[in-house]
């Protein structure tokens, strides 16, 4: 079992930046692929970004350039930086951890362990 705790949410102006933490329990970190998805109200969990245990990225269309994923195995901890961040990035940001390769193609159904999410709100 896996447990996911997220932090560093909150409220910014456009073109303010963020980072969101998530500590994950457990010693098989660096054995899983991780990741942070977002939902909006009235809106489908949807993929932000995600690693993979070797440490290659993805990112959705809607936050390359802007946003950056990273892990630190040593802490059992992964990172969002979120900069030039817009009003349509409001949303409910969780972590996600999993075994599924299939999380790599940013799909939520490969998701295997969610954190409880933090609320990232962008005022304009």
């Known amino acids: 079992q896996v447990q996911l705790v997220e932090s560093g949410g909150g409220l910014v102006q456009a073109g303010g930046s963020l980072r969101l933490s998530c500590a994950a329990s457990?010693?098989?970190?660096?054995?899983?692929?991780m990741g942070w998805f977002r939902q909006a109200p009235g809106k489908e969990r949807e993929a932000v970004a995600v690693i993979g245990w070797g440490r290659s990225t993805y990112y959705a269309d809607s936050v390359k350039g802007r946003f950056t994923i990273s892990r630190d195995n040593a802490k059992n901890t992964l990172y969002l930086q979120m900069n030039s961040l817009k009003p349509e990035d409001t949303a409910v940001y969780y972590c996600?951890?999993?075994?599924?390769?299939?999380?790599?193609?940013?799909?939520?159904?490969?998701?295997?362990?969610w954190g409880q999410g933090t609320q990232v709100t962008v005022s304009s």
């Open positions: 457990g010693r098989t970190f660096s054995s899983l692929h």
């Open positions: 996600a951890a999993s075994r599924d390769v299939g999380m790599l193609r940013l799909r939520v159904s490969a998701v295997d362990y």
